[in-house]
């Protein structure tokens, strides 16, 4: 079997596509979308996350602020920027870039964002309803990207055996919370690095979504005949036959197409599924906005 291709560019241009509409009603009320990004560092990888993010922001009309500290700043002042991104009213979302720098306290970082503002989806009371079930808040990008994908494909989920390798913040666990929701009804397996056997778990599973970040760490070996594999992976290996000596690589090795049924590429799968989720999470947090003036 050759697997699909579960194609997160196409999908996000369909995302996007159908924000567009949302945009210009918002612009019709007076207000524009805005997105405030804080990186803090020179992380090569980050620089190019965020960099997309603005990217996105200006394809769709969303304005964007990129706020750039360097890797010495203190937490003091990122929480200053915070406090103040709260405090901004024509400002509908607030994104720090992870990881932040060893010497800051990410968590409590993140509480400070106020929720409503909070496009990521990681504070704890965003959070804390995922895992009460309510997913009409908002919920972390890549995970909602890759849900958004399986739908687009058509992925039947319901009494299917999920695994998800890894239980990060930013993917791990809320993904394996989103595919054990009702209305998705997976039976999910969170594999870890202290795991037993997850080869033989992940060679049961339907679905296997791969959120790690060791390269290639999933072989054809591990996965069913027919699985659906996203690979959430994005790891840059030396490549001494590239120009620039390193390559990408995702969690799963390319191999695994010739086992899966469906398969996500890197780059090009949960990518740009994120972005396009941060940018549904900011409209959305722009139109809430609205309403709220409305009831206030
Ligand atoms: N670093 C890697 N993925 C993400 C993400 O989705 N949000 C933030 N803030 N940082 C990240």
Redesign the pocket.
């Known amino acids: 079997m050759v697997a699909k291709r579960l194609d997160g560019k196409v999908c996000a241009a369909q995302v996007e596509s159908e924000l567009v509409e949302r945009i210009s009603k918002c612009g019709s009320l007076g207000i524009t979308p805005h997105l405030a990004v804080v990186i803090v560092g020179d992380d090569p990888a980050s620089h190019v ?1 965020v960099g997309s993010k603005v990217r996105a922001c200006e394809r769709l009309g969303i304005k964007s602020t990129h706020i750039e500290l360097p890797a010495d700043a203190t937490e003091q002042q990122v929480r200053e920027i915070i406090e103040s991104l709260n405090q901004q009213n024509d400002l509908h979302g607030i ?4 990881p932040l720098p060893s010497h800051m306290d990410e968590e409590s970082l993140t509480d400070m964002i106020e929720p409503s503002k909070d496009v ?1 989806g990681f504070h704890p009371q965003n959070l804390g309803r995922l895992v009460q079930g309510r997913l009409d808040g908002m919920l972390p ?2 995970p909602s990207g890759v849900m958004r994908m399986l739908s687009w494909a058509g992925v039947d989920t319901e009494g299917k055996t999920a695994v998800v390798l890894g239980r990060s913040r ?1 993917v791990g666990m809320p993904q394996s919370l989103l595919l054990g929701a009702k209305g998705v009804d997976s039976t999910v397996t969170v594999a870890h690095s202290r795991t037993k056997d997850t080869r033989k778990l992940c060679s049961n599973a339907d679905i296997v979504i791969a959120a790690v970040g060791i390269p290639e760490m999933v072989k054809p070996d591990w996965i069913k005949e027919g699985a659906v594999v996203v690979d959430v992976g994005i790891n840059r290996v030396d490549d001494s036959s590239r120009e620039r000596g390193w390559r990408l690589a995702g969690d799963v090795h390319p191999d695994v197409a010739q086992k899966a049924g469906w398969l996500s590429p890197v780059p090009g799968g949960v990518g740009p599924m ?1 972005i396009a989720m941060l940018m549904e999470n900011t409209v959305r947090a722009a139109e809430l906005s609205v309403s709220e003036e409305e009831h206030s």
């Open positions: 996350y994104l720090v870039q992870s990521d990008c890549t930013i994120t």
